[in-house]
């Protein structure tokens, strides 16, 4: 049985840090691509950032890149997410997902095999 399980999440100012991570099992981890989505209330789920299996490359959306940083741990079948200079419009659920193909590319939601249960983030103004 494959299970993701974020944690990390709570409530930041604005201008701090979160770091989430997502531990998996029952998977092969080494032989997915490692992928963040968000969801704020009332919008739809975001690509947020991804990392392919071996960790060599890894993906941002503009609205992230340069703040957020993904990264993997193999060894711990983790993936990880560390948010800097967080801004009021990062607050969402933030949910891992494995997938062993991207087929549409690596920050579509459509190629994601499986997904966590959400971790909330919330930034204060």
């Known amino acids: 049985q494959v299970q993701l399980v974020e944690s990390g999440g709570g409530l930041v100012q604005a201008g701090g840090s979160v770091r989430l991570s997502c531990t998996t099992s029952?998977?092969?981890?080494?032989?997915?691509?490692m992928a963040w989505f968000r969801q704020a209330p009332g919008k739809e789920r975001e690509f947020v950032a991804s990392i392919t299996g071996a960790g060599v490359v890894s993906n941002y959306p503009d609205s992230v890149k340069g703040r957020f940083t993904i990264s993997r741990d193999n060894g711990k079948q983790a993936v990880f997410l560390q948010m800097n200079n967080l801004k009021s419009e990062d607050t969402a659920t933030y949910y891992c997902?494995?997938?062993?193909?991207?087929?549409?590319?690596?920050?579509?939601?459509?190629?994601?095999?499986?997904w966590g249960q959400g971790t909330r983030v919330s930034v204060s103004s």
């Open positions: 997902a494995a997938a062993e193909n991207w087929r549409h590319g690596y920050g579509d939601a459509r190629d994601q095999d499986y």
């Open positions: 029952g998977l092969s981890f080494s032989s997915y691509g």
